[in-house]
């Protein structure tokens, strides 16, 4: 779910690991592992589909039996999202 948020990052640490640079492919996993956690803080994939929607890629068309990520659980998302350095649509100025 991550390399769905988070695509250059997660690419990044699997080439490192591909090319045998275990060190680098560590440390950029390192950087990835509060949005790994943050991303199944509800059901699959509820937070994947509203980090998705707030980095401005998709609109909030969330069909039943999915529901909107529950507001307690938002400011988390967003939290890994941006430890993570992934560019949310309002950071984009």
């Not at 769905?4 to 080439?15: D, I, K, S």
């Not at 890629?57 to 890994?80: K, S, T, Y």
Request: aromatic share 2%.
């Amino acid at each position: 779910m991550t390399a769905n948020v988070a695509p250059r990052r997660v690419h990044e640490a699997c080439m490192a690991a591909l090319k045998g640079d275990l060190v680098s492919a560590r440390a950029l996993d390192a950087d990835l592992q509060l949005l790994h956690r943050d991303l199944f803080v509800e059901a699959n994939p509820i937070a994947v589909k509203w980090a998705v929607a707030r980095m401005g890629l998709i609109g909030n068309a969330i069909r039943l039996p999915l529901v909107e990520l529950a507001p307690v659980h938002q400011e988390a998302v967003l939290r890994a999202m941006r430890a993570a350095g992934v560019a949310l649509e309002d950071q984009a100025a």
